[in-house]
């Protein structure tokens, strides 16, 4: 007798059903989304989802206390044992198609607060898009990536992730989708939406595992304005500017592992300069 083919749940975006009417302007652009996704797909997704000892064990990055472990799409593709719900999804949130959508929400917002991206870049609607290790900027303008992320349990003592900081200057967006367990009982590990305070300010950086800089800013330089939860099926995307400030709140000790997806659109060269 021959098996049905094992059925799982269409790919539907992140962004299906989100409008302008949804963005929040207060500190700076973006939105949060709850149930942002049909339950079912939801649910595959999360069943599936490598953690950080898998991830580790295939990038060759030790387990640590409160650390990042990056699953970038290629690896997700690549890998005969990742769900083929992971798969699709990847591939459909580092596409063409996905830009369009993010561009159809945000793109007057973010030429508000960067008036020279097309000059530097080219017309945004006109980008040649592509995947991050896949591609290159030799044949591709922007490239997009979906990554699973875990961050590993934390041990010793409580901390955050990382403090207040603004995103890379050559991303386009940054996006979180979380997909917190339900037995997750750790408090922290929210997003933590920041302004600046009056005066001057000055980042700091420091040097990524991939290569280029990270840039942070000493808390007595902002203030907080609202806290996103970390909550299951939960978006958070926003367009990347100077003013687009964030962090992760301090997790208690807990030997869950924060789980998420992250969204980025990489360009060749920076938008602005962050005035170190």
């Given at each position: ?65 409160n650390e990042r ?118 408090t922290g590990g ?87």
């Open positions: 007798m021959t098996q049905a083919p094992v059925s799982r749940p269409a790919v539907t975006s992140l962004l299906a059903g989100v409008t302008k009417a949804d963005i929040r302007r207060d500190p700076f652009p973006h939105v949060v989304i709850s149930d942002a996704l049909p339950q079912e797909l939801y649910d595959a997704l999360a069943k599936s989802m490598p953690t950080a000892e898998y991830i580790g064990e295939r990038i060759g990055k030790p387990i640590t206390s472990y990056n699953y970038m799409s290629e690896m997700i593709l690549a890998d005969d044992t990742m769900a083929q719900v992971w798969k699709d999804f990847a591939t459909y949130h580092a596409s063409p198609a996905f830009y369009e959508e993010f561009l159809d929400l945000f793109q007057e917002d973010l030429l508000a607060n960067l008036p020279e991206a097309e000059k530097l870049v080219g017309p945004l609607r006109e980008l040649r898009v592509g995947r991050r290790n896949r591609d290159a900027f030799e044949t591709h303008d922007i490239l997009l990536d979906c990554t699973a992320v875990i961050n590993s349990a934390v041990t010793g003592r409580p901390s955050a992730y990382r403090g207040p900081h603004v995103d890379k200057p050559h991303k386009l967006f940054g996006g979180l989708f979380y997909m917190r367990l339900p037995e997750d009982d750790a929210d997003l933590v939406l920041y302004k600046y305070r009056p005066g001057a300010h000055k980042f700091h950086t420091s040097a990524s595992e991939y290569g280029d800089n990270r840039f942070d800013i000493d808390p007595q330089f902002v203030e907080e304005v609202t806290t996103v939860p970390y909550r299951s099926n939960t978006l958070v995307l926003y367009p990347i500017n100077p003013l687009a400030l964030h962090g992760v709140s301090v997790r208690c000790l807990t030997q869950h592992q924060r789980r998420f997806i992250a969204l980025v659109g990489d360009l060749p060269r920076q938008l602005f300069d962050l005035a170190l």
